[in-house]
């Protein structure tokens, strides 16, 4: 089927407004990136605006048209781009106004004595750049492990999308930076119908381009929403670290993935006294305890290991491989730095907070226990350390049992 280079402009326009208007209507249902959807919303309609400008271009004087629709085009690459770099965190303003000052120079340089020649080829340049940079934006992965420390098995947000974009955008950059840089040979040795023969391709392609990367950026802002969502299910509010329900279903999972053949270790911690802070220095305060305790535990344990709160003043710390072998240190080490940090910080209040540790141990052999087992040893031999008079690790006792068949 036979389609004209007007009616494939009339598609691209149809196409990019159609997915301004989405994009803009998703910012609503996603307040964190709300100002990102709107600079690609941005884009996308100056994109539009470009290919109706490219449809005017011959009725304006000299390399006016050209030039004031490659601009325009190129602007909104570059906010399609900041866009895309936003979601990462960073942002390519200083450079989008200098490649606009630089074109617009360009332009108004050698337009006039070159405008086919600034049209058909160096046109595209900027393009091409804008792509390649949008491109290696998404693939960095902008791998963000979630609040309590599990970031080490996190997938990157969005990993298919992003790549899914990555391609599109890679072909887009491929196809300018053919026109650029190879058009000018073929034009020569296959004449001027290759040039009407690559800028019907590019259209091709610029249509589904404006297809499939608006999708795709919509589906990576969607993902990235439902993985938020998702990671504040898991995490306790207060204290950041992960819940009882995270901690159980990740505990679960990591011990049955060891297969019971290496050594897994489970600290649980009830911090002493804790309700004589609450009573005498107010909640305010027993919550900055919470988070002290919290803040120590996650920066001794590392990211590696599960640590959650598993009730108001109880918390639990699950150890796997050569980190369990070191778990007593572990323990003690928290206990003794817990105690300094709440002195040091709550200066200007006689507090002494401390903290009651039980620690079971799985060896490494071919007996199974279920987390459910070891939280239960740890847990009488915390209470064993508060009898005592707290401020103390205690070693839980387990009774080994066969694997199941």
């Not at 009573?279 to 290991?305: C, I, Q, S, W």
């Not at 105690?339 to 040091?344: C, D, H, I």
Request: charged share 20%; proline share 3%; aromatic share 8%.
């Amino acid at each position: 089927m036979h389609v004209d280079l007007p009616t494939l402009y009339l598609l691209a326009i149809g196409t990019l407004l159609a997915s301004a208007g989405m994009t803009l209507w998703e910012h609503r249902t996603h307040p964190k990136r709300s100002k990102v959807l709107k600079t690609l919303a941005a884009g996308y309609a100056t994109l539009a605006l470009g290919c109706m400008t490219a449809m005017i271009r011959t009725s304006l004087p000299g390399a006016l048209g050209p030039a004031l629709c490659n601009v325009v085009i190129v602007v909104g690459y570059l906010l399609i781009l900041d866009g895309v770099a936003a979601l990462n965190g960073r942002g390519y303003r200083a450079l989008s106004i200098a490649t606009v000052v630089l074109l617009s120079f360009t332009w108004w340089l050698g337009g006039m004595p070159w405008v086919a020649a600034m049209w058909n080829y160096g046109s595209s340049v900027p393009i091409t750049l804008a792509s390649l940079l949008t491109a290696r934006e998404l693939l960095k992965d902008d791998i963000r492990g979630d609040a309590h420390g599990d970031g080490a098995r996190q997938a990157p947000r969005g990993i298919e999308a992003r790549h899914i974009g990555v391609v599109v955008t890679g072909i887009h950059a491929v196809f300018y930076a053919v026109r650029a840089f190879l058009l000018p040979w073929l034009a020569a040795r296959y004449g001027p119908g290759m040039l009407m023969t690559i800028g019907k391709a590019t259209m091709y392609e610029g249509v589904l381009y404006s297809v499939v990367l608006p999708m795709t950026l919509l589906r990576l802002v969607r993902e990235e929403t439902h993985g938020n969502l998702l990671r504040e299910s898991q995490t306790d509010y207060l204290t950041r670290l992960g819940n009882r329900r995270w901690f159980f279903e990740e505990g679960t999972r990591v011990i049955a993935e060891g297969g019971g053949h290496r050594p897994v270790s489970l600290l649980a911690f009830d911090l002493d006294h804790f309700k004589a802070i609450n009573d005498r220095h107010g909640h305010k305060t027993g919550d900055e305890v919470l988070k002290a305790f919290a803040e120590v535990a996650r920066e001794v344990t590392g990211p590696d290991t599960l640590i959650a709160r598993i009730g108001g003043e109880e918390f639990a710390a699950l150890l796997c491989g050569r980190h369990s072998v070191r778990a007593r240190e572990v323990g003690e080490t928290i206990a003794m730095r817990f105690a300094r940090t709440v002195s040091a910080r709550m200066s200007d209040m006689p507090i002494h907070a401390t903290v009651s540790i039980g620690l079971a141990q799985s060896g490494e052999d071919a007996f199974r226990h279920s987390l459910a087992d070891l939280l239960a040893a740890a847990d009488k031999a915390l209470y064993r350390a508060k009898s005592l008079g707290g401020n103390r690790l205690e070693l839980a006792q387990i009774v080994e049992r066969p694997a199941l068949a």
